[in-house]
């Protein structure tokens, strides 16, 4: 079957596509007697890159940028690093550093305006359809390089008790007022309280139980290490990455290759 570039918009839209005929969510896969317990850690990695041509197999400090994410996520005791690409260079890549890659992502996950979300739901759907027991599943994005050893640790350890642990960026709150005029009316201020907080998710590290029942809180874990926030998306942020290796600030607390 010739497979179709047209672009997949929501989980409803992959399921129908590459599921059909089974729910959306997962506890259809999770009943009584069932065990899936391996712990998987996904890196996502398309081949297309905006801003930075082939940055997920470039060179950073003599290192493929994906083998970092790889490589912290063997060392924090994963029990399969899954790498979702689109590309075979890639997957042959991917698996010098220890990653698995037993399948492509369909061209129609593969467009820049697709969102990662997409991409790791059908990866997942993929593994557990196809009889893999996975149980947790940690989405790594190899464009966040700098993770230790300990960070990750503190993340599994929240992950086992909470069933749930997103990374997060701590933000400045926004302007205290804001005034938004709408269409000739009047402006609209917007007010907040002072003990709200603002924060955005990081890609370090976004794991969950899959099995609903064992998801306890959702947990929200600030990553504090300014190092361990850089995020590669420019030429600015990668000779900044450079440096910082070239001048060991950062420790990884385990020997790279």
């Keep these: 079957m010739t497979e179709t570039t047209e672009t997949l918009a929501t989980i ?4 129908d596509r590459y599921f059909p ?23 996502m990695a398309r081949a297309g890159s905006n ?18 994410s790889i490589i912290m996520a063997r060392e924090m005791g994963a029990d399969m690093v899954l790498l979702n690409t689109d590309s075979e260079e890639y997957c042959r ?39 893999y027991p996975v149980g947790v599943w940690i989405d790594m994005y190899p464009t966040s390089p700098f993770r230790s050893l300990r960070t990750l640790g503190r993340f599994m350890e929240i992950l086992r008790k909470a069933g749930t642990c997103v990374s997060v960026n701590m933000m400045p709150a926004p302007a205290r007022r804001a005034y938004l005029p709408e269409k000739g009316d009047a402006p609209i201020c917007l007010d907040y309280d ?11 590290f976004l794991g969950q139980n899959l099995d609903a029942e064992r998801r306890y809180w959702r947990h929200y874990e ?3 290490d300014p190092i361990e926030l850089i995020d590669i998306d420019t030429e600015r942020d990668w000779a900044l990455a450079e440096t910082i290796l070239e001048n060991r600030l950062f420790d990884f607390g385990v020997r790279l290759p």
């Design 51 to 68: 801003r930075i041509r082939d940055k997920n197999v470039r060179e950073l400090h003599g290192l493929p940028l994906i083998a970092y």
């Design 12 to 15: 409803e839209d992959v399921r």
């Design 93 to 131: 890549v991917g698996e010098r550093f220890g990653a698995q890659c037993p399948f492509l992502r369909p061209a129609p996950l593969g467009g820049d305006d697709v969102s990662p979300g997409l991409a790791s739901y059908y990866a997942m759907r993929r593994l557990l359809e196809s009889g």
């Design 194 to 204: 002072d003990s709200l907080f603002f924060y955005k998710p990081v890609g370090t």
């Design 222 to 224: 600030a990553v504090v």
């Design 21 to 43: 005929g089974t729910p959306v969510g997962l506890r259809h896969l999770f009943g009584p007697g069932t065990r899936r317990d391996k712990v998987v850690a996904h890196v």
